[in-house]
């Protein structure tokens, strides 16, 4: 299988399974002598973590992350990161039934069509479990360009909307991001609803990049657009990328495009221009439905946990595309 390396100065591969002894990520390009503290990269695995809330699956996994190479004295070597996070809540079990019934919307047929094997624990490799490794990636990106602000928060969650978002919501755990307690109780309280149905719903994330330097991105293939669109869609539940005025441009003139840069998204001709980069992205509902998310342990919505692995894979492209542009400099 190949697709499982991102990245060009920095990578990371991830590997493992959902139900598999563990899954980790290998990284590398990791500038040597950046300040590394595993609190605050739990704290960003905690915000993913399952199990946390009512209202998503009731696994329950530490999610505690076990630095095995690249790290010196809190401190990174400049080689590669190893980085696992072990799986100790597995229930095999509860997935005998999608051995033979494949879930809509999910990569259990075309899994099973192109490999003729496939883990049908928990989705195997195309488990969203696969994202705490991103996560990891997230966290050691974001300590090569710490002064950029990446804000990714829901803006639709089913029948939920807040428009128009341009603070930032702190991310505490058990929390939507809509800003709000009063609503937050109230988006729990339906997505335990559709949990009980067996039902699901998905949204719309919505990020905001400040201090993005001037020249990410290449004007042909590597636009800097592009590969945050790959990077996004890469997520499993992620159908729909946008940035700027996106969609709506459809609509307009190109007068009315020009008037206001902000409809650009903080990228032109597919490198950053220094002002704030916009992006929209889509989520379909949770694939699992039915008798089959009352067996197994599902979320009734991905989003909530899935804010900050949008957020990872936004600065790993931005990391990304820093170290090459600072190749140039050389």
Known sequence: MRGSIFG???????????????LGVV?????SGLD????????????????????VTARKEADKAEILSGVFENKTLGTPIAVII?????????????????????????????????????????????????????????LVLPKVKVNAFISKLGPFECENIIKSFPQDLGTYNFGDPSKDQEIEKYLIDLKAKGDSVGGRISVNIE????????????????????????????????????VKM??????????DSANFGGIEGGISNGEMINL????????????????????PCILPRAVVVVESM????????FLRQKAYEV
């Open 250 to 259: 459809a609509d307009m003139s190109g007068q009315e495009v020009s008037v």
């Open 314 to 321: 936004v600065r790993v492209v931005l990391a990304d595309h």
């Open 36 to 55: 590394f503290n595993l609190e605050d990269l739990q704290a960003m695995l905690d915000k993913r973590a399952p199990g946390r809330s009512k209202g």
């Open 211 to 246: 201090n993005c330097p001037v020249g990410l991105g290449e004007p042909a293939f590597d636009k800097l657009k592009a590969d945050l669109a790959k990077a996004v869609l890469s997520i499993g539940a992620c159908v729909a990328f946008s940035f700027g005025a996106g």
């Open 86 to 142: 072990r799986n100790t809540n597995q229930r095999s079990k509860d997935y005998d039934k999608l051995k033979d019934n494949y879930r809509p919307g999910h990569a259990d047929r075309t899994y099973d069509l192109k490999y003729g094997i496939r883990d049908h624990r928990g989705g195997g490799r195309s488990s969203g479990r696969e994202t705490v490794a991103r996560v990891v990636a997230g966290y050691f990106a974001s």
């Open 280 to 299: 929209d992205l889509t989520f379909k509902p949770t694939s699992t439905v039915g008798a089959n998310a009352k067996e197994g342990r599902h979320d």
């Open 27 to 31: 990284l590398d390009g990791v500038p």
């Open 8 to 22: 060009k100065m920095f990578s990371m591969t991830t590997f493992g399974e959902s139900h598999g002894p563990a």
